[in-house]
């Protein structure tokens, strides 16, 4: 009978995991787009720290990212299971927040004048140029910065990740959550301290003997800013492809409408789903942007009137 149990026990086990094996593959695939942004962004975010700092700044906003994700995961899980459209809801915000994002990075980009100053991009210029600045201080800020905009996307990351486990049992969930949580903070930071290195790898092997390594070296520091200039654009189309992707799917009529006209297009009918879901996505993005723009200036002439 103990052997018996036992044997029922392991196959128990080895059907959970493979369950879970199945919803982790699927919650990754979902979360890829929001992956790719998380990458760019993160690597974006040590641009301007000293060269001997790149990689300590990583480590500490990866510590920081650690600890979102000890928040975020029990709180989804806790969520789930206390009241699931909740978390329906939070996917939709997600999604507004993700568009919104991509059209402000599309609109700073082509159109600068349009949005506000960005005081944090002018402080860091300056902060880099003037020796006398504190730049111990001024790292902790940026890494604050960093760990505040990880806990939004690990936020949306943990949530898409948890309406690919739905119907799944508490520790099912758990058991991706945990896996999504641990895989990516640690797949993102690890490629982030990787890019940001690269054109120092690259310095090092052109200042060798030797001309394979110099060779590699050139490579090297002629890919790095071409690198982050992919990962920014692949980023931001992940915003639109993701973000409107959610939005799509939680909006029935937009749902229905963009299977139709995806349907007419035959075997190209998944990359139109794609197209129309970034199409979604951009123009959401772009009236959330407007609104948060003409909010902001409002609250601008107010508090200007109210200085007076």
């Known amino acids: 009978m103990a052997g018996a149990s036992l044997l029922t026990l392991l196959d128990d086990i080895s059907v959970i995991l493979d369950d879970v094996s199945v919803m982790t593959k699927v919650a990754a695939k979902k979360t890829a787009g929001v992956l790719g942004d998380d990458l760019a962004l993160n690597a974006e975010q040590v641009t301007g720290v000293r060269a001997e ?127 999504i949580a641990v895989a990516i903070t640690v797949g993102v930071y690890g490629l982030v301290a990787g890019i940001v290195k690269m054109d120092d790898a690259g310095l090092y092997l052109r200042q060798q003997s030797g001309s394979f390594k110099q060779k590699v070296g050139d490579l090297l520091l002629s890919t790095a800013p071409k690198l982050m200039k992919f990962l920014s654009i692949a980023g931001t189309l992940a915003m639109f492809l993701v973000g409107g992707g959610i939005l799509v799917h939680g909006i029935d009529f937009l749902h229905h409408g963009v299977e139709d006209l995806a349907h007419l297009t035959g075997i190209f009918e998944s990359v139109t789903t794609m197209l129309l879901n970034a199409v979604v996505g951009l123009i959401v993005g772009l009236v959330v942007l407007f609104i948060m723009t003409m909010i902001g200036k409002w609250r601008g002439k107010d508090d200007g009137q109210a200085a007076h």
């Open 53 to 179: 700092r790149e990689l300590p700044v990583v480590w500490a906003v990866a510590k920081g990212s650690f600890i979102n994700k000890l928040i975020l995961v029990p709180a989804a899980l806790l969520i789930s299971t206390v009241y699931p459209p909740l978390v329906t809801f939070l996917l939709m915000c997600g999604g507004l927040f993700l568009s919104y994002e991509g059209a402000e990075k599309i609109v700073h980009k082509f159109w600068p004048h349009i949005l506000p100053h960005d005081e944090e991009q002018e402080a860091r210029r300056k902060a880099n140029a003037d020796d006398s600045v504190d730049m111990v201080a001024f790292e902790k800020q940026k890494i604050k910065g960093a760990i505040r905009t990880d806990f939004i996307l690990s936020a949306e990351i943990i949530v898409i990740a948890l309406s690919a486990a739905a119907g799944a049992t508490l520790l099912e969930k758990s058991l991706v959550l945990s896996i």
